[in-house]
């Protein structure tokens, strides 16, 4: 495959990005909370993620709350003109450190203006719509608002994220989308056919917790195909993703600039086919 897993274009835009990209949610200290242990490393990670032709990077103002978004804001600013940043809405840290919903229209502008201020842009690449947080809320008012702001040119392009094909399928009715952001990995594969139908429509399908995210991915299996293909189990679960579908962009988070180099790496990464076979029984019941 080719370095950094080739490119691929977001739907009806000109945005162009690695398939190998980078999420900022790991940055901000123990819990997504607060600043990071190392300042000096979170920013020499995000530095890295630049040097090596990373040009897709996953935040949200809810990392930290703002930390994540302030890092990438000093590491990179100026940023390079092909570089995409991918934020998302939807949801705010109480006090207490917990995620709570907020999809009011007031909610929605003032978190696009926060992300706006904290990255230091005039206007966002592409905002996810994060629906699903305290239960089954609405898209619709929080839809709206985003367009509202979309209109105003504080947006270039909406994405949505922890969401079901139904509702992909209804917010599509009113506005165009770019991507999908959900959980998907080697061992939990309830978004299977969905990815497929992304696929067929050229919409990206960026899967969260790519590694198992809170709760590290772990497999005989994954082990096994590791040793025999020389990787470690969590490349081979990124190389995995990648040869799963052509609309699969990593995300994967790290605050380490070592893991970040190996994961970059898994693009370099061919899985035979009977790898392949091995690791689909993963999250297939037998
Ligand atoms: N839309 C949503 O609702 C949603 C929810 C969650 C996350 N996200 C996005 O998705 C991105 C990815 O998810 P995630 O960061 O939560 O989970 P993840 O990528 O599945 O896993 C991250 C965890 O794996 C570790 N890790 C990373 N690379 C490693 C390696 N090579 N070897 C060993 N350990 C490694 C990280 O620790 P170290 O820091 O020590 O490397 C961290 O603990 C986030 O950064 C965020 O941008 C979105």
Known sequence: MSQLGGRFTFPGTTLTVSRVGYGAMQLPGPGVWGPPKDRAAAL???????????????????????????????????????????????????????????????????????????????????????????????????????????????IKHIGVSNVTPEQYREIRASTDIVCVQNLYNVANRGDDAFIDALARDGVAYVPFFPLGGFMPLQSETLDKVAAAVGA?????????????????????????????????GVADLHLPADAIAALNSIGRPA
């Open 44 to 154: 020499a990670v995000l530095r890295e993620v630049v040097e090596l032709g990373i040009n897709h990077i996953d935040t949200s103002d809810f990392y930290g709350p703002y930390v994540a978004n302030q890092l990438i804001r000093e590491a990179l600013h100026p940023y390079p003109s092909d570089l995409v940043i991918v934020t998302k809405i939807g949801g705010k840290r109480g006090p207490d450190k917990s995620w709570n919903p907020a999809y009011s229209k007031t909610e929605v502008e003032s978190a696009v203006h926060d992300n706006l201020r904290n990255l230091g842009v005039d206007a966002l690449d592409v905002v996810n719509l994060r629906l699903g947080a305290g239960g089954e809320a609405s898209f619709e008012e929080p839809l709206e608002a985003l367009l509202a702001c979309k209109r105003r040119g504080l």
């Open 232 to 264: 470690t189990s969590r490349q081979v679960a990124l190389a995995w993703l990648l040869q799963r579908a052509p609309n699969i962009l990593l995300i994967a988070g790290t605050s380490s600039l070592v893991h970040l180099r190996e994961n970059s």
